[in-house]
T-cell receptor, first 123, second 109 residues
Framework: NAGVTQTPKFQVLKTGQSMTLQCAQD?????MYWYRQDPGMGLRLIYY???????DKGEVPNGYNVSRLNKREFSLRLESAAPSQTSVYFC????????FGRGSIRTPNTEAFFGQGTRLTVV | RKEVEQDPGPFNVPEGATVAFNCTYS??????FFWYRQDCRKEPKLLMS???SGNEDGRFTAQLNRASQYISLLIRDSKLSDSATYLC??????????FGKGTRLSVIA
């Protein structure tokens, strides 16, 4: 029962190094997301992919790139890591409601499922 | 005004107490509302969705007031295991989920 799987769980980078965070989900969800979480700042959206083949910037996209490789996988790349990118990164996926699902008071609001996070330190 | 604002916390309460968290959101077009729970050094997990008519799940009750753009979470008979950070989450239309910064709860024996 994997859900959303992120790798690696921990990483230390030197300033200027590059790396890719991997994320895969096995729930056949259309939408996938990358967030970062910093003390006192809450979860902030970096990039998201509403469906396979599309990606969009979130609140804090600078210094990152993403690739929606297929429906299952959504990777986050740091081309030249900076100390300001030290954070905990979470990948999430969600299945948006179909048009027929909207408008009902008791229609379940589809939840987002998160990976276990990647703790990244840039020194 | 931030999109989703929550009580700053932390809330330190004794076991058995009733505690209420409040949340306000700025986008009146928001359609979906949730409370997530996040344990220390873990990922956020859905606690409960929030429906227009209000809903209850055991000791947890969620309320939504669309006119005031206000969401609440009530926890009755607090347990030590309820200690966590509670995140208010809003979905404004066709855009991604927006998370509040969270309110930390510590239940003390």
């Amino acid at each position: 029962n994997a859900g959303v799987t992120q790798t690696p769980k921990f990483q230390v980078l030197k300033t200027g190094q590059s790396m890719t965070l991997q994320c895969a989900q096995d729930m056949n969800h259309n939408s996938m997301y990358w967030y970062r979480q910093d003390p006192g700042m809450g979860l902030r959206l970096i990039y998201y992919s509403a469906s396979e083949g599309t990606t969009d910037k979130g609140e804090v996209p600078n210094g990152y790139n993403v690739s929606r490789l297929n429906k299952r996988e959504f990777s986050l790349r740091l081309e030249s890591a900076a100390p300001s990118q030290t954070s905990v990164y979470f990948c999430a996926s969600r299945q948006p409601l179909s048009p027929f699902g909207r408008g009902s008071i008791r229609t379940p609001n589809t939840e987002a499922f998160f990976g276990q996070g990647t703790r990244l330190t840039v020194v | 005004r931030k999109e989703v604002e929550q009580d700053p916390g932390p809330f330190n309460v004794p076991e058995g107490a009733t505690v209420a968290f409040n949340c306000t959101y700025s986008n009146s077009a928001s359609q979906s509302f949730f409370w997530y729970r996040q344990d220390c050094r873990k990922e956020p997990k859905l606690l409960m969705s929030v429906y227009s008519s209000g809903n209850e799940d055991g000791r947890f009750t969620a309320q939504l007031n669309r006119a005031s753009q206000y969401i609440s979470l009530l926890i009755r008979d607090s347990k030590l295991s309820d200690s966590a950070t509670y995140l208010c989450v809003v979905k404004p239309g066709n855009t991604p989920l927006v998370f509040g910064k969270g309110t930390r709860l510590s239940v003390i024996a």
